[in-house]
């Protein structure tokens, strides 16, 4: 067979299930595999489309704009914090020829995000049969975590796309026995290493699973994984080192082991792992998405799959080792989940291997359909299949709450800060003798937007601030005090902390409020009454 035919054959094979040679009857199996294979790509490519520069930058996102906005790749490298290097340099690329509209900063998050999904279903493709593999697909599809995270001006969804990539890369060395493309698969991670870094964690699980599985192929297993180490050691020493964020590895010590004993940390451990379940598979849902993972888990692990459950749970059991040596967060509080987004491909591909255990099962206990794609005889032949499909709509769409998932991939309210008409309004209203105090998370959206002179600014300097931090002489020069404030939990949490920060007198003028963002006007006791009509309006929302 030529060259060509061999493509040909691959491709088939890869796209569509495989059915008994000659089974012709079943040729609509094959297009409703496809169409449905289309479909669930064609979807989470529009959702991750969609309104991506609808939103305002929230308080994380503004931090890393505010870095990809400098005038020289070294400026943004210095302010970038946290943010992987090659990430942010891709970013502030695109804003020197695009300008620094929203959409364009997180351009690359939707290219990354895309290209994650694109990738996912060659990897499913190889790591289970078709039908599980296209449940895997839906859930990846449609999955809020991963849709939002594509439309985020944040590493994350690079994360998700060298998770893949990696695996996929894996993947391709086996089937190639390790004959050849080890420049490729080198140069590629090597890559991936300055756009993501728990690429570290998923690395060493790779290493194994090659070295394991192509021992003919060991010395250049060990050349590969050797320039790897090299090359995350030079990143280490002149990038990473210097991107330490003190302040964040104070913020994770709730997120790091708790060694006081034995019960301590298990009760730690307990909640981490809680805290990811909800995280991925939301409210109630927690409990089946855990179920129809491990019984995914289960059916790999029978089925000589073994590798999967390496995939899922290596690069996890690394990162916990990162968190006894307090280098990395171990499924944090307050949304520190994120940082695990790295494992969210393979707990989806585990999970959608549980949904088609579970669909064969009570489809074969009706109608004696398989349920890896070949027609079963008889009267299952003819309604075994449709029985599983309802089962995989049923299980896969209803299960995710089809009206929340819609609203959300397309109108995320996850971290939405609409700060930007209140900041408008302070620069178009702002008058002489004014001072304005900006929330400690405020500051980098509120410098990101802002364009007004930058005088007679008082920076918040945590969400816990009593007092206004002047002198006197320069307080009593206040004729009027903006306060500025986003990413907060609830309105009655700014009034506590209102009180806190200027005490007894003030008078609240104005109190104009956003979705996660609020603007407020106080008058000082000494600054007398207020004129009758202050001319005020609220900002036009956008």
Same mark, same amino acid.
């Given at each position: 067979?030529?060259?060509?035919?061999?493509?040909?054959?691959?491709?088939?094979?890869?796209?569509?299930?495989?059915?008994? #040679?000659?089974?012709?009857?079943?040729?609509?199996?094959?297009?409703?595999?496809?169409?449905?294979?289309?479909?669930?790509?064609?979807?989470?490519?529009?959702?991750?489309?969609?309104?991506?520069?609808?939103?305002?930058?929230?308080?994380?996102?503004?931090?890393?704009?505010?870095?990809?906005?400098?005038?020289?790749?070294?400026?943004?490298?210095?302010?970038?914090?946290?943010?992987?290097?090659?990430?942010?340099?891709?970013?502030?690329?695109?804003?020197?020829?695009?300008?620094?509209?929203?959409?364009?900063?997180?351009?690359?998050?939707?290219?990354?995000?895309?290209?994650?999904?694109?990738?996912?279903?060659?990897?499913?493709?190889?790591?289970?049969?078709?039908?599980?593999?296209?449940?895997?697909?839906?859930?990846?599809?449609?999955?809020?975590?991963?849709?939002?995270?594509?439309?985020?001006?944040?590493?994350?969804?690079?994360?998700?796309?060298?998770?893949? !990539?990696?695996?996929?890369?894996?993947?391709?060395?086996?089937?190639?026995?390790?004959?050849?493309?080890?420049?490729?698969?080198?140069?590629?991670?090597?890559?991936? +290493?300055?756009?993501?870094?728990?690429?570290?964690?998923?690395?060493?699980?790779?290493?194994?699973?090659?070295?394991?599985?192509?021992?003919?192929?060991?010395?250049?297993?060990?050349?590969?994984?050797?320039?790897?180490?090299?090359?995350?050691?030079?990143?280490?020493?002149?990038?990473?080192?210097?991107?330490?964020?003190?302040?964040?590895?104070?913020?994770?010590?709730?997120?790091?082991?708790?060694?006081?004993?034995?019960?301590?940390?298990?009760?730690?451990?307990?909640?981490?792992?809680?805290?990811?379940?909800?995280?991925?598979?939301?409210?109630?849902?927690?409990?089946?998405?855990?179920?129809?993972?491990?019984?995914?888990?289960?059916?790999?692990?029978?089925?000589?799959?073994?590798?999967?459950?390496?995939?899922?749970?290596?690069?996890?059991?690394?990162?916990?080792?990162? !968190?006894?040596?307090?280098?990395?967060?171990?499924?944090?509080?307050?949304?520190?989940?994120?940082?695990?987004?790295? #494992?969210?491909?393979?707990?989806?591909?585990?999970?959608?291997?549980?949904?088609?255990?579970?669909?064969?099962?009570?489809?074969?206990?009706?109608?004696?359909?398989?349920?890896?794609?070949?027609?079963?005889?008889?009267?299952?032949?003819?309604?075994?299949?449709?029985?599983?499909?309802?089962?995989?709509?049923?299980?896969?769409?209803?299960?995710?709450?089809?009206?929340?998932?819609?609203?959300?991939?397309?109108?995320?309210?996850?971290?939405?800060?609409?700060? !930007?008409?209140?900041?408008?309004?302070?620069?178009?209203?702002?008058?002489?003798?004014?001072?304005?105090?900006?929330?400690?998370?405020?500051?980098?959206?509120?410098?990101?937007?802002?364009?007004?002179?930058?005088?007679?600014?008082?920076?918040?300097?945590?969400?816990?601030?009593?007092? +206004?931090?002047?002198?006197?002489?320069?307080?009593?020069?206040?004729?009027?005090?903006?306060?500025?404030?986003?990413?907060?939990?609830?309105?009655?949490?700014?009034?506590?902390?209102?009180?806190?920060?200027?005490?007894?007198?003030?008078?609240?003028?104005?109190?104009?409020?956003?979705?996660?963002?609020?603007?407020?006007?106080?008058?000082?006791?000494?600054?007398?009454?207020?004129?009758?009509?202050?001319?005020?309006?609220?900002?036009?929302?956008?």
């Amino acid at each position: 067979m030529s060259k060509e035919g061999n493509k040909v054959g691959r491709f088939k094979a890869l796209v569509l299930p495989t059915e008994a #040679a000659g089974d012709w009857s079943e040729v609509w199996q094959r297009r409703l595999f496809l169409a449905l294979t289309v479909f669930f790509l064609g979807l989470g490519i529009f959702f991750r489309l969609y309104g991506v520069g609808a939103r305002n930058l929230w308080t994380d996102e503004a931090w890393v704009a505010l870095a990809a906005t400098q005038p020289t790749p070294a400026a943004a490298l210095a302010g970038g914090k946290s943010t992987p290097p090659f990430y942010l340099l891709t970013v502030w690329g695109m804003v020197q020829v695009w300008g620094a509209s929203e959409t364009v900063l997180r351009l690359t998050s939707v290219l990354l995000g895309i290209s994650a999904l694109l990738l996912f279903w060659p990897l499913a493709m190889r790591l289970l049969p078709p039908w599980p593999a296209l449940a895997a697909l839906a859930l990846a599809s449609v999955s809020p975590r991963l849709v939002y995270f594509s439309k985020e001006l944040k590493q994350y969804s690079a994360d998700v796309f060298f998770a893949v !990539a990696a695996f996929l890369l894996v993947e391709r060395q086996l089937r190639r026995q390790g004959q050849s493309g080890w420049l490729l698969f080198t140069g590629l991670l090597a890559v991936g +290493l300055g756009f993501s870094y728990p690429l570290v964690f998923i690395l060493p699980v790779a290493a194994v699973v090659l070295w394991w599985q192509l021992p003919a192929a060991r010395p250049a297993v060990v050349w590969s994984f050797l320039g790897l180490a090299v090359v995350f050691l030079a990143y280490y020493l002149f990038l990473f080192r210097g991107q330490v964020d003190r302040e964040l590895l104070i913020y994770w010590q709730a997120d790091f082991p708790d060694l006081s004993g034995l019960g301590p940390f298990f009760t730690w451990l307990g909640a981490a792992w809680w805290r990811f379940g909800r995280y991925f598979f939301p409210d109630w849902r927690v409990l089946p998405g855990a179920a129809l993972a491990l019984i995914g888990l289960i059916y790999c692990a029978r089925q000589g799959r073994a590798r999967v459950v390496w995939y899922f749970f290596g690069p996890l059991l690394l990162a916990l080792a990162a !968190a006894f040596a307090h280098r990395y967060p171990f499924m944090g509080h307050a949304g520190g989940v994120r940082l695990m987004m790295f #494992a969210a491909p393979m707990l989806y591909l585990v999970t959608g291997a549980g949904i088609a255990t579970v669909g064969s099962w009570l489809t074969a206990k009706v109608g004696g359909a398989a349920w890896h794609g070949t027609p079963a005889r008889k009267n299952g032949r003819r309604w075994g299949p449709a029985l599983l499909l309802s089962l995989f709509l049923v299980l896969v769409v209803l299960w995710q709450r089809p009206v929340f998932l819609w609203q959300e991939n397309l109108w995320p309210q996850m971290n939405r800060e609409e700060i !930007a008409p209140l900041i408008r309004y302070v620069e178009t209203h702002r008058r002489p003798g004014d001072a304005i105090y900006l929330y400690y998370f405020a500051i980098d959206p509120f410098m990101f937007y802002y364009r007004g002179p930058m005088t007679d600014i008082i920076w918040g300097q945590s969400c816990h601030d009593r007092g +206004l931090p002047l002198p006197r002489e320069r307080l009593l020069q206040i004729r009027r005090l903006w306060l500025v404030f986003s990413h907060f939990e609830t309105e009655a949490d700014i009034d506590r902390f209102t009180a806190n920060l200027l005490g007894q007198g003030w008078t609240r003028e104005l109190s104009l409020a956003q979705p996660g963002a609020l603007l407020r006007l106080y008058r000082p006791p000494w600054a007398g009454p207020a004129p009758e009509s202050t001319g005020v309006r609220p900002p036009t929302p956008e």
